[in-house]
């Protein structure tokens, strides 16, 4: 693996670079969320939250190792330290920064993280169907095609099949294996 990303924790110095990505409709053409304009303060309040100790989400910011420069967001919520499962999101807030492979350095560092320390067995990820980059990435990362839940998200005046992709701590032991040779 590269380390051409790391992980820090989202600080309110964040703020302004957050608030521009809450607001850039490109960017959540591909996310499952609903876009709509926020104001500084509704991304402020969010953002307050966001850094604060929480055992049921941990959100880092994804940063450039060579200038630290804060490219995106990674987290890890609705954590269940029962049935030891996270459920991720990622994203890469600059167009020029995306496809570039720095979700799947991220999305590797976490998964090292929820598996190796948090101790837990599963971690998922949604993806709209239609999103073939976003499928092969997350492939690559030994992530699998679990379900598909049909028409699920209204977004840009139709409905959108959402695909549910899964890795088991023992899939990523796997991955690990293979990847030593």
């Keep these: 693996m590269s380390n051409r990303v790391y992980l820090r924790s989202l600080e309110l110095t964040d703020l302004n670079r957050i608030y521009q990505w809450h607001n850039d409709p490109e960017l959540y053409a591909t996310l499952t969320s609903s876009f709509h304009p926020v104001s500084l303060q509704t991304v402020e309040d969010w953002l307050k939250k966001k850094v604060q100790y929480s055992d049921k989400e941990i959100n880092y910011a994804i940063c450039l190792t060579d200038t630290s420069e804060h490219v995106g967001n990674i987290y890890m919520r609705e954590i269940d330290y029962i049935n030891r499962t996270g459920f991720l999101g990622a994203f890469v807030g600059r167009t020029e920064h995306r496809r570039k492979g720095y979700i799947s350095e991220a999305l590797l560092q976490v998964v090292e993280y929820a598996y190796g320390v948090l101790g837990l067995q599963r ?57 030593k040779g």
Excluded: Q, S, W
């Design 123 to 179: 971690l998922y990820m949604h993806t709209f169907a239609d999103n073939y980059p976003a499928i092969t990435l997350l492939e690559k990362c030994g992530f699998k095609i679990e379900g598909k839940m049909r028409r699920h998200i209204f977004k840009n005046g139709e409905f959108k099949d959402v695909l549910i992709l899964g890795m088991c701590e023992c899939d990523y032991a796997e991955l690990k294996k293979n990847a």
